[in-house]
């Protein structure tokens, strides 16, 4: 039901806000976002996959993520995107990220992607 489905993605708000001001306390960061600063879409603004509650391998799950890693969770710098996209963004960096798709491009021009 609508009711069950409201009451699940609000725990999961609540979740993901008490797992942020853990991690920003054991890291130091600073801390000011609200349960009503994380909003879960239904679908990942990253991969573009289908966000689930409940996910059997957690990457479709719902995942806190900083925007600019150099900041804490802070107004602005949140948002909500799948455990598989933010596992992804945090193994590398920006510049490792870009070299990596410039070199699939490269692949998919010569033919063999």
Known sequence: SIYNKNYRIKKRENHLYKNAKY???????????????????????????????HSPNNEAAPSLDRINNNLGYIVGNVRVISYRANIKKS???????????LDMLRLRESGKL
């Open 23 to 53: 991690r920003a306390k054991k890291w130091n960061l600073e801390f000011n976002i609200a349960v009503s600063d994380i909003v879960i879409p239904e679908v990942c603004p990253v991969l573009n996959i289908s966000i689930l509650d």
């Open 91 to 101: 193994d590398l960096s920006f510049e490792e990220i870009e070299l990596l798709y």
